[in-house]
């Protein structure tokens, strides 16, 4: 299935006071009223369509804010997608959202993860980071600015789960101790996931 329309949406973008999408909301959407994107036609979205294909049926500058949470990951060519998103972004419009950090022990057993993040994943498409290490602004045309990122620490173990959210407290109170933890740290003490947003610039 290409693209599947289940409510008639599309036709009726422009006349929306704000448009707001969920990528990959499954079986449910996180963000109320917000248009549901997946690739499975699940009884929450409205739009079914192959992601890996980007979002061509979303004109330029479309698009308010665009929520993802633990779906980047499973796109084969993040890099693609996140020029289709910046693409349907108006001017000043918000990618928020939440990813698996490659330190989480449970990232590697599901077989549809195709793409690992850390915390530079997202300073490949900014301009401006709020880190000390700098990495190769491969895609020029995208300029992202990286307005939050916290790193989430989270066990399903009660006990575990209590000291891992003293570690989030520290590490997330300046973007050096982020660093800190990242390069000296994250295999002793692994994360969960990352949480972003990004507004386009």
């Given at each position: 299935m290409e693209l599947f329309d289940k409510k008639g949406i599309l036709s009726n973008l422009a006349t929306l006071e704000k448009v707001v999408i969920e990528i990959g909301c499954g079986s449910a959407k996180q963000i109320n009223n917000a248009i549901g994107i997946d690739?499975?036609?699940?009884?929450?979205?409205?739009?079914?369509?192959?992601?890996?294909?980007?979002?061509?049926?979303?004109?330029?500058n479309s698009v308010d804010a665009i929520y993802s949470f633990h779906s980047l990951d499973l796109l084969p060519d993040l890099g693609f997608f996140m020029s289709e998103v910046f693409r349907v972004l108006?001017?000043?419009?918000?990618?928020?959202?939440t990813?698996?950090?490659?330190?989480?022990p449970y990232y590697y057993s599901d077989y549809t993860h195709k793409t690992p993040f850390g915390l530079y994943s997202?300073?490949?498409?900014a301009?401006?980071?709020?880190y000390r290490r700098k990495v190769i602004h491969y895609q020029q045309n995208l300029c992202f600015k990286i307005t939050r990122q916290k790193i989430?620490?989270?066990?399903?173990?009660?006990?575990?789960?209590?000291?891992?959210?003293?570690?989030?407290?520290?590490?997330?109170?300046?973007?050096?101790?982020?660093?800190?933890?990242?390069?000296?740290?994250?295999?002793?003490?692994p994360a969960h996931e990352i949480s972003f947003e990004l507004e386009k610039q």
């Open positions: 690739q499975i036609d699940y009884p929450a979205v409205d739009i079914v369509c192959n992601l890996e294909k980007g979002l061509p049926f979303l004109p330029d108006k001017p000043g419009g918000k990618n928020i959202g990813v698996p950090h490659f330190s989480n997202f300073c490949y498409f301009r401006q980071t709020p989430i620490f989270y066990s399903p173990f009660k006990v575990i789960n209590i000291f891992r959210k003293i570690y989030g407290i520290v590490f997330n109170s300046s973007a050096l101790l982020q660093e800190f933890y990242e390069g000296s740290m994250s295999n002793i003490l």
